[in-house]
């Protein structure tokens, strides 16, 4: 399976954003996904996790309140809103998918990883 991830940008601090994870190849269905960051300097840090049906997420706890996971497996996508960001929101972020288990922390955990969306916040 193969993820596209988009729909970073620049935007000011207290603005929101909404990235995509567009599969392709395979269906996402059966799979849990996660979306991580990562910061310059810094390790690949977990953000949020949905499982297959999207009935059950997992946020890292700093984010839980400001952002919100979905997915439409439909359309074979899923999505991670972001509201009130702060500038240490800064990092590119990467979609993942588990084909294992689900609310996996670790990015060993994940099989499938897409090419990451850079988002920047401002102060």
């Known amino acids: 399976v193969q993820l596209q991830a988009f729909g970073g940008g620049l935007v000011q601090a207290g603005g929101s954003l909404r990235l995509s994870c567009a599969a392709s190849?395979?269906?996402?269905?059966?799979?849990?996904m996660g979306w991580f960051r990562q910061a310059p300097g810094k390790e690949r840090e977990f953000v949020v996790a949905?499982?297959?049906?999207?009935?059950?997420?997992y946020y890292a706890n700093s984010e839980e309140g400001r952002f919100t996971i979905s997915r439409d497996n439909a359309k074979n996508t899923v999505y991670l809103q972001m509201n009130s960001l702060k500038p240490e929101d800064t990092a590119v972020y990467y979609c993942?998918?588990?084909?294992?288990?689900?609310?996996?922390?670790?990015?060993?955990?994940?099989?499938?990883w897409g090419q990451g969306t850079q988002v920047t916040v401002s102060s």
């Open positions: 993942a998918a588990d084909t294992v288990g689900w609310g996996q922390r670790t990015p060993r955990a994940y099989n499938y």
């Open positions: 190849g395979r269906t996402i269905s059966r799979y849990s």
């Open positions: 949905i499982n297959w049906s999207g009935t059950g997420t």
